[in-house]
């Protein structure tokens, strides 16, 4: 199984200890999905990590070298411009569609969650994930 997280699961997996993002990210550290992530999104995450919540560069990168660690990066070769509000999303949604994710997860309610499917991938919460994966 191939999942995509966005910015703010990763954010708020690390930040929220114990929720259902951190749940999501632990069952990826241990092997029970491949978590695909790109570059594009850990810049992000980094920018987050230090502008939001005053991580030093050094930290930041430190965390983001974990994350590396047990993710597969993909580097996505098209550009979509599905979401007009937050360009940014669109760079979430073409990491999902160049790794072929079966799911991609996010907490972002106004723009990305509502698409609910782009081409294969099914759009979820960290919840319903959670759900998913104890029922199947």
Known sequence: MRVVC???ILI????????PPDQVVTLSRLKEFTL?????????????LISKFKYSPTDANLLLERVTSFCEMIYPHEKIEIIKRVDADNRILECALEAKADFLISGDKRDI???????????????????YWRTH
């Open 6 to 8: 966005d910015t703010n």
């Open 12 to 19: 708020s997996a690390f930040i929220f200890p114990g929720g």
């Open 36 to 48: 695909c992530l790109s570059p594009d999104i850990l810049t992000e995450f980094k920018k987050v």
């Open 113 to 131: 969650l509502p698409l609910r499917k782009i081409e294969k991938t099914l759009i979820i919460t960290a919840s319903e994930f959670l759900e």
